[in-house]
């Protein structure tokens, strides 16, 4: 979570515009506690900041309280990290921690949003994870460079999740019983899409009766070769491909 510049490895950490009063900024509560507990940063320090509203902040820690830290901002500027694609996850639950990892991976590779399913081979039916999931998806922006973390919705079923497909977006299913791979379909001449949908299924993918339901609301079914890739590894690779092929990578 350290920007470079400069030649100098500076901590980052996210702040929100309304906090910030006559070229100062203040870090309270968890950001606080890395600031000054486990980064050990002093007064003179030097610190960068951002907000949702895609500026980066240059500081120096002018003041370290009991519960709060003062940062004199030096110099701000407008970033462009965020992705021109707008890309929603819909990811089968998988078991464990894996949620996390692919959360992380994914804020990483420029998602907008991430929305849990419930799906018929979902072995995690409930979860009461958004709350930690929205702090991964933050601090992995820290780390990445990202602004704006991605939007963490509210556990859907798979029933409700494919019927937020509007029109103008691009919106596929991945299943390994598909014909058509995702990278022969995306190199499509006429696909120039900017609003994309990526469903992911749980471990042991999705029924056919999903990839059905999926695909008379719309969804188009893709395949990612001839290998069968874990739930945690798709994800990574969509995006990638997504990203490669028509976005900042």
């Known amino acids: 979570?350290?920007?470079?510049?400069?030649?100098?490895?500076?901590?980052?950490?996210?702040?929100?515009?309304?906090?910030?009063?006559?070229?100062?900024?203040?870090?309270?509560?968890?950001?606080?506690?890395?600031?000054?507990?486990?980064?050990?940063?002093?007064?003179?320090?030097?610190?960068?900041?951002?907000?949702?509203?895609?500026?980066?902040?240059?500081?120096?820690?002018?003041?370290?309280?009991?519960?709060?830290?003062?940062?004199?901002?030096?110099?701000?500027r407008r970033v462009e990290t965020d992705s021109p694609l707008r890309i929603t996850l819909m990811q089968g639950l998988p078991k464990g921690d894996k949620m996390d990892y692919i959360i992380e991976k994914a804020t990483e590779?420029?998602?907008?949003?991430i929305v849990p399913v419930v799906t018929e081979r979902s072995q995690v039916r409930t979860v009461e994870k958004k709350k930690r999931w929205e702090r991964i998806a933050v601090e992995a922006s820290k780390q990445c460079g990202r602004t704006k973390p991605p939007a963490i919705e509210n556990t859907l079923n798979f029933d409700e999740a494919i019927k937020h497909k509007d029109d103008n977006e691009l919106a596929f299913i991945l299943h390994v019983g598909s014909q058509i791979s995702l990278?022969?379909?995306?190199?499509?001449?006429?696909?120039?899409?900017?609003?994309?949908?990526?469903?992911?299924?749980?471990?042991?993918?999705?029924?056919?009766?999903?990839?059905?339901?999926?695909?008379?609301?719309?969804?188009?079914?893709?395949?990612?070769?001839?290998?069968?890739?874990?739930?945690?590894?798709?994800?990574?690779?969509?995006?990638?491909?997504?990203?490669f092929q028509h976005g900042d990578l």
């Open 183 to 243: 990278k022969d379909f995306l190199k499509n001449p006429l696909q120039h899409p900017t609003n994309i949908i990526v469903l992911i299924g749980p471990e042991g993918g999705f029924s056919e009766k999903e990839v059905l339901l999926a695909t008379e609301m719309g969804f188009t079914s893709l395949g990612l070769g001839p290998r069968t890739l874990r739930t945690e590894t798709a994800g990574i690779a969509v995006l990638s491909i997504i990203q």
């Open 109 to 113: 590779l420029g998602v907008h949003t």
């Open 1 to 76: 979570m350290c920007n470079r510049l400069g030649g100098i490895t500076m901590p980052r950490f996210p702040v929100d515009e309304k906090s910030i009063e006559n070229g100062k900024a203040f870090l309270s509560g968890t950001d606080y506690k890395h600031v000054v507990k486990v980064l050990r940063m002093k007064e003179g320090d030097a610190i960068t900041l951002f907000d949702t509203s895609s500026f980066e902040y240059e500081g120096l820690i002018s003041h370290v309280g009991s519960k709060e830290v003062t940062v004199d901002i030096v110099s701000s």
